[in-house]
C-alpha cells in the first residue's frame, strides 16, 4: 500500500514537541563563547570613531571586532556561478555606514548576558549624511530593476494603446503595500568553530549549500573545507535563503577569539540586516469590452531596494501569465534607500503583485457590473499567455467552482454596503491565487542497511514544512519498505546537493532524486537476488520483481531484505542519484493556481474588521501528505491574513530605524484573529513536473489573499483601500 499521499503524522513531530530537536542555536560546542552584534544607530555615513576601552575592561569579555581590527578578507572578485555577490555582506572591512541596524561591530564574551551588558557600553561616534528614507521622494531617481531568470524588467506584447483606446471600461489606479518582516518563531543564528582553516557552521539556514559556498569565498578557503548543518529550522520564509552578514561575522569573531562562537539575532535585530519585503507603489491600468473580455493590460510596478545591493520584487509576474489579453505592457523599477537589502519573502512579487491585479481585476467587475468569478472566467487563459504554451496542468476552474460552491458565492448580493447585521457591515470577496511550479536539480543517496532497513540522505532542509515526514514517505514507497523501516535525513553539506529550500520547490526537486536513489538501491538488491543461487528468486528477471514490506516478490516467490543482505556478505546496499529538469518548461508552462473566497465583519463605527471565514481551494499536482499539504495552506492564508489586515513596518523618516521591530507592535495573526479556515485540493495529475508529478505549495497559500479581503471589505463598506494593509484608520 503506498503511503504517498495518506496523512501521515510528522517523523519529527516527536522531537519537536519533547524538546529533542536540536537547533542552530542550540548546539552547544566545547569552550563556547558568544557574540553580540552591534549594529548602527545612523541611516547614513561613516563611522568617526568606535570606544570600546569600557567595554573591554568588564568582566567575560573576549574580544571586541570593529572595523579598525577585524581580519581583512580576500578581495572579493566575480563570485563562481550560485554564489551571491558579497556587497550584500556588511564584515567591517570599513567604516561605511548605509542603513540604520547595519553589523557594526561584534562583542564575544564568556556569556551572552556579559556579551550583550558589554555591547551597551561600547561608544560610537558617527560623521552622518543625508539619508533617503521617503520611498515618494526615492523614486525622482529611478532604476530598471535587473532583469531576473523568466521574469524581466520589462515585457510587451500586441498594441496596448490602440487595444486600450478600443476598450469599452477603462481603470486606471494606483496600489501600494509596505515593507513588511519576517518573523519566524526562530530569530536567526549561527554557531562557527575553526580548525586550523576548516570552518563548520551550526546555521539556521534555507540553503546549507550556499553558505558553504559564500564562506569559502569569504574567507578564500577551499568549499570542502567548510561543512554547514542544519538539522532544524524554526521557520524561515525566505528570510533564511539568504546567507546574511551575522553568519560570516560569527566566524570572524571564531577566527578572532580562538574558540567557538555563537551569534544569535535578538528580536530587533531581525529588522534591517536579514531582509524585508520591498515597498511596492503599482500602477494598474486595465481596458475590457463591455462583455468583460480584457483588451489591455499595463502593470507598472516601483519597488524600494538598497544602496547596499539590489533586489527586486517581480510583482508583474502574476499579471504576465495569468489572464488572457489582447495586449499586455509591464514594467520594473526600483527606488534606490537607505535601508538593509531587501529579500525574498513568502511568494515575492506574487504575493504582492496579487493585491494590485485582483484588487483592480474586482473594481473592473464592479465597473461592468459582471461577477468577480465570472469576469475572471471570460479571460481564462488556457495556454500560457506570455509564453504562448500549453499548462503542463491546470485545475483553476475547478478551483472557482469548488471554491464558490463551498463559500455559497451565489447567495453574494452584489452590492456594496447591502449586507448588515445591526452595526456589523457584512462584505464577500475574493481572488485568483498562482505560483510557479519550480524545480532545480538534486542529488539524494539510499542505503538499504544489513538489517533490512534503510538510510536516505540529501543535503536538504525542514523548516517546519515537513521535508522529513514527506521525503521518508517517497523513500519508503520506492524501497518496497513500511514508513517506519525508513530513515530520512537532511541538513548536513557532507550530503548529497541540493538546492535552496525556497520558491516552493523542495518537494519537486529533492523528491524525485529520493526516489530515484532509492529506486536504484532496490534494483540493486533485486540483481543480487536475482543472481544468487540460494535465494528464491534466483534466475528471476528484475524486471519481473516486485518490493513490499521489506520483501522481494515474483508471484509466490519471497525473500527478504536483510537474507539476500547476509548472504551476500552482508554489507549494505547503496546508491546515489541525481534528477534534474529537462526541456519539459521549453514544451509547457508550469504553475499551481487557487481561488480564495473570504467573508469579513467591519465595525461600521469603528471600522475593525473581522474574518470569521476563509474558503481556499487550490490545484497542486499530487500530494505527497495529505497533512502537511493542508498545515502549507492554512498558514499561508493565515499569512494572508496578517499581510492584508496588520502587517507593516514602520520606518522613521528621521532615523532610518524600524519602529515596531519587536512582536508586540509588528502585529502578525495570532489565534483570536483567525477564523475558520477551510483549505482543500482539487485532484490534479500532472505527468511533466516531475516523475512525482508534485508541485510546491508553501507559497500559493498567501497569494490573492489581501486582494480577496479588500474586495471583502469594499464589499463590506463601499470603501475601496488600494494600500495595504487595511486597517481601521482608512475606514473610518
Not at 536 to 558: C, F, M, N, Y
Not at 690 to 706: D, F
Request: glycine share 8%; proline share 6%; hydrophobic share 40%.
Amino acid at each position: 500500500m503506498s503511503s504517498i499521499g495518506k496523512g501521515m503524522d510528522r517523523v519529527d513531530g516527536r522531537l519537536k514537541v519533547t524538546g529533542g530537536a536540536v537547533y542552530s542555536a542550540e548546539n552547544a560546542l566545547p569552550h563556547l563563547a558568544y557574540g553580540y552584534m552591534i549594529v548602527s544607530t545612523i541611516p547614513n555615513g561613516r563611522i568617526a570613531g568606535i570606544d570600546t576601552a569600557a567595554a573591554q575592561a568588564m568582566p567575560g569579555v573576549v574580544a571586541i571586532v570593529t572595523p579598525a581590527n577585524a581580519p581583512r578578507l580576500p578581495k572579493q572578485d566575480t563570485p563562481p556561478p550560485g554564489v551571491q555577490r558579497n556587497p550584500h555582506l556588511s564584515l567591517l572591512q570599513d567604516d561605511r555606514v548605509q542603513y540604520n541596524s547595519q553589523p557594526i561591530a561584534v562583542v564575544v564574551a564568556d556569556t551572552f548576558e556579559q556579551a550583550r551588558a558589554a555591547a551597551r557600553r561600547v561608544v560610537v561616534r558617527y560623521t552622518r549624511e543625508p539619508a533617503a528614507l521617503n520611498f515618494k521622494a526615492a523614486q525622482q531617481q529611478l532604476r530598471k530593476a535587473p532583469s531576473q531568470p523568466e521574469k524581466p524588467a520589462d515585457t510587451s506584447r500586441g498594441n496596448v494603446r490602440g487595444s486600450m483606446a478600443r476598450a469599452s471600461v477603462q481603470l486606471d489606479q494606483t496600489y501600494h503595500t509596505p515593507m513588511e518582516n519576517h518573523n519566524p518563531l526562530e530569530p536567526h543564528a549561527t554557531v562557527a568553530s575553526w580548525d586550523g582553516d576548516k570552518l563548520t557552521l551550526f546555521d539556521s539556514t534555507q540553503n546549507i549549500s550556499g553558505v558553504r559556498k559564500v564562506a569559502a569565498q569569504t574567507f578564500g578557503i577551499l568549499p570542502a573545507n567548510v561543512h554547514v548543518i542544519c538539522k532544524f529550522i524554526g521557520g524561515g520564509f525566505g528570510s533564511k535563503g539568504t546567507t546574511w552578514s551575522h553568519v560570516m561575522l560569527a566566524a570572524m569573531a571564531s577566527r578572532v577569539a580562538k574558540r567557538p562562537v555563537k551569534l544569535a539575532l535578538e528580536r530587533t535585530q531581525m529588522y534591517g540586516p536579514v531582509g524585508a519585503r520591498p515597498m511596492t507603489q503599482q500602477r494598474m491600468q486595465l481596458g475590457a469590452a463591455r462583455d468583460g473580455k480584457l483588451t489591455a493590460q499595463v502593470h507598472d510596478t516601483i519597488c524600494s531596494t538598497s544602496f547596499v545591493d539590489d533586489f527586486s520584487e517581480p510583482c508583474t509576474t502574476v499579471t504576465r501569465n495569468l489572464y488572457q489579453s489582447d495586449s499586455l505592457q509591464t514594467t520594473q523599477r526600483m527606488a534606490t534607500m537607505n535601508l538593509g537589502v531587501q529579500t525574498y519573502t513568502r511568494a515575492p512579487g506574487e504575493a504582492s503583485g496579487s493585491f494590485a491585479l485582483e484588487s483592480a481585476l474586482d473594481e473592473l467587475a464592479y465597473a461592468l457590473k459582471i461577477d468577480p468569478v465570472a469576469l475572471r472566467l471570460q479571460n481564462y487563459a488556457d495556454k500560457d499567455p506570455e509564453k504562448n504554451l500549453p499548462y503542463s496542468s491546470k485545475s483553476l476552474r475547478e478551483c472557482y467552482r469548488v471554491g464558490a460552491e463551498r463559500f455559497g458565492w451565489a447567495r453574494r448580493n452584489p452590492l456594496p454596503r447591502a449586507t448588515r447585521v445591526g452595526n456589523t457591515l457584512i462584505g464577500w470577496g475574493m481572488a485568483t491565487a498562482t505560483y510557479p511550479a519550480n524545480r532545480q536539480k538534486a542529488k539524494a543517496k539510499a542505503t538499504i542497511r544489513p538489517d533490512g532497513t534503510a538510510l536516505v540522505t540529501s543535503g536538504t532542509h525542514d523548516m517546519g514544512t515537513g521535508a522529513y515526514t514527506i521525503m521518508t514517505q517517497i523513500a519508503a514507497d520506492a524501497l518496497g519498505l513500511a514508513v517506519t523501516q525508513v530513515t530520512f535525513d537532511l541538513g548536513d553539506t557532507t550530503m548529497p546537493e541540493a538546492p535552496v529550500s525556497g520558491g516552493s520547490q523542495t518537494t519537486a526537486s529533492v523528491g524525485p532524486a529520493v526516489h530515484a536513489a532509492a529506486s536504484a538501491a532496490r534494483d540493486k538488491l533485486m540483481a543480487m537476488a536475482s543472481a544468487d543461487a540460494k535465494s528464491p528468486l534466483h534466475g528471476v528477471p528484475v524486471a519481473e520483481i516486485t518490493s513490499a514490506d521489506g520483501w522481494l516478490i515474483q508471484g509466490a516467490k519471497r525473500d527478504r531484505f536483510k537474507d539476500i543482505i547476509a548472504r551476500s556478505g552482508g554489507q549494505p546496499v547503496s546508491a546515489d542519484s541525481e534528477s534534474a529538469p529537462g526541456d519539459e518548461k521549453k514544451q509547457y508552462a508550469m504553475h499551481a493556481f487557487g481561488a480564495v473566497f473570504v467573508e469579513v465583519h467591519v465595525d461600521a463605527d469603528l471600522g475593525t474588521v473581522r474574518v470569521p471565514r476563509v474558503v481556499g481551494v487550490y490545484g497542486v499536482g499530487k500530494l505527497m501528505n495529505a497533512k502537511t499539504a493542508h498545515s502549507q495552506l492554512l498558514g499561508g492564508v493565515t499569512w494572508g491574513l496578517g499581510m492584508g489586515l496588520m502587517e507593516k513596518t514602520e520606518i522613521d523618516e528621521r532615523t532610518g530605524r524600524a519602529l515596531n521591530a519587536n512582536l508586540a507592535d509588528y502585529h502578525v495573526p495570532v489565534n483570536a484573529d483567525v477564523g475558520d479556515i477551510h483549505v482543500s485540493v482539487v485532484e490534479e495529475h500532472d505527468p511533466y513536473i516531475n516523475a512525482l508529478g508534485a508541485k510546491g505549495m508553501g507559497e500559493i497559500g498567501i497569494v490573492g489573499v489581501a486582494a480577496a479581503l479588500a474586495n471583502a471589505v469594499y464589499h463590506a463598506t463601499g470603501k475601496r483601500i488600494r494600500d495595504l494593509p487595511l486597517t481601521p484608520d482608512k475606514l473610518v
